[in-house]
Each structure stands twice: as structure tokens, then as C-alpha cells.
């Protein structure tokens, strides 16, 4: 009996902190499937501490998590040197609490998830639990095998890097569903100019097909290459294209669907009332997420 409400007490500690040990795992990778691995590790490794020896029973989890996710990082960039064209994150269909969330809304947007994948992994890991999750330096110390001197000096650099490369200001959603609206229209009817009005002259076109489905080999940048391309692309396919509004990430995202089938999603950054980032998964096994919600939480 008592090591049934041994189990019980564990199961519970886990069970509630789920959504959050989920959240920081798939910052820290951008990857729903891999995150989901995670929490399949941290639970066997949870399953073997005695309780009684842990005072905070969310932060040992948080701690076990970032480690599993430390792990398996290093092991993803041989993965990521392989991977056939661009890699992007792993789309989430999100609830609308998520959008409710400023914070939680920007840190997992593709924007920043692209931004966070220039970083160290062990860079990553001290700015999403210190900056996202707002984790104490010694508890960060404990996770990632540092001093916390060492921790406050990484968490300093980071931020500084990614601060850099962040959207100048924040829009609201309401301005960012106005925008991709406006795309999705000019998308729908091939509306050159009506594209190149909605774009920023330094749009960054990004597209990860995986080596499964056609997609640019390389980054395009500039409003008219990237205005031409999708014109041009869309008439040679001769296809009946469709957009449907969604919220994916926490963010105002465009699931197409190409006669009637799910081709892919368009993730947006928008700054200034225009696009200056367009990030478009059309790989079919990073789109098992946009139908179900994935639950996200900083608590």
C-alpha cells in the first residue's frame, strides 16, 4: 500500500506539471515529437526518486526535463546536418489561452523558435528556462552543470544575441491576422501586387518540405522574389489553393490546403504592419500537430 500512494504521489506531481515539462521541451528543441520522447524519459527517471528527498517537486521535474532535452539537442544537430533542405520548427495548433499569453505567445512563435536555434544548446537552455520561465540561476546551475556565475554570463550573452534578432516591436494579433488575411487573398487570387503590398521589402521566405515534399532548397529574400515565386509556382501547378486562418504556436498562422488536401502551414512574422518572415512547413510528418490542440503553459 504505501508504495501504491507512493505512485499515486508521483503520478499526480507528474500529471500536473505535464503541459509545463511539454512547453519546456519543446522550446528548448522545437520539436512536439521529440518533446514528447522527453516527457517519456523524465517520467521513467521521475519514477525512480524518492519523494521524501525532494522539496520542490516542479523544479526536479523542470531540472530532469532540461537535461533529457540537453541530451537529446546534441544528438538533433547531427540529425538537423542531414536534414534535406531548411529546418523549421514542428507547427502546434494552440489554444486561444495561448494566444491570451503575450509571453508565452512570442516564446514559442516560429519567429523566435527560428532565432533560438542559433544558440548553443546550452545557451538555449539557460534563456528559455531564465527569460521564458523565469527559473532561478542556482536551480538553472543544477539543470544545465554549471556555477551560477557561469549560468548568469551565458543568460547575459543570450539574451543579448537574441534581443538582436527579435522583432523590433510586438503587434497584436488583431494587426497580424489583418495582415495575414490580406496575404492569404493575394495568395488565393495570385495578386502580384496585391503581394507586394503585404510584404516587406526584406522578406525572408523559408520552406522546409524535408526532402518529402518540393520545397526551396534555399532561403528567398526580397518581396519580388518572393511575390514571383509564389505567383509563378501557383500557375504552374494549376491547383485550386485555399487558405484557412488558424492559430498555430500562439500566433495567427495559414493552413493551405491544395484541392482539398492539407498542404502545409504558413507561419508569419510581422513587423510595421507588414511580413517580413514567412515560414512554411509543408514536410507531412511535422504536420501531426495542427489538428488537436497542443496544451502550453509557463506555469
Known sequence: ???????????????????????????????????????????????????????????YLVRIATRRSLDRLRTMKRRKELYVGPWLPEPLLTAPDVAEDVELAESVSMALMLVLETLSPTERAVFVLREVFDVGYDEIAAAVGKTPATVRQIAHRARRHVDARRPREAVSPSQSRAVLASFQRAVETRDLQGLLDVLAPEV??????????????????????????????????????????????????????????????????????????????????????IGPETPLTLK
Open 1 to 59: 500500500m504505501a508504495d501504491d500512494g507512493r505512485m499515486d504521489s508521483a503520478t499526480e506531481a507528474f500529471l500536473v506539471h505535464r503541459n509545463l515539462l511539454f512547453t519546456v521541451a519543446y522550446e528548448m528543441l522545437g520539436s512536439a515529437t521529440d518533446a514528447e520522447d522527453v516527457l517519456q524519459e523524465t517520467w521513467l527517471r521521475w519514477m525512480k526518486i524518492d519523494l521524501a528527498q525532494v522539496h520542490d517537486r516542479r523544479a
Open 204 to 289: 525572408v521566405l523559408i520552406s522546409d518540405g524535408g526532402g518529402v515534399k518540393q520545397a526551396a532548397p534555399q532561403p528567398i529574400i526580397g518581396a519580388g522574389k518572393v511575390a514571383r515565386m509564389i505567383v509563378s509556382g501557383l500557375g504552374k501547378a494549376q491547383v485550386a489553393l485555399t487558405g484557412e486562418l488558424t492559430v498555430v504556436n500562439g500566433n495567427p498562422a495559414l493552413l493551405l490546403c491544395v484541392d482539398g488536401e492539407i498542404d502545409g502551414v504558413i507561419a508569419t512574422r510581422v513587423e510595421d504592419t507588414r511580413i517580413t518572415g514567412l515560414y512554411y512547413v509543408r514536410n507531412p510528418h511535422k504536420l501531426t500537430r
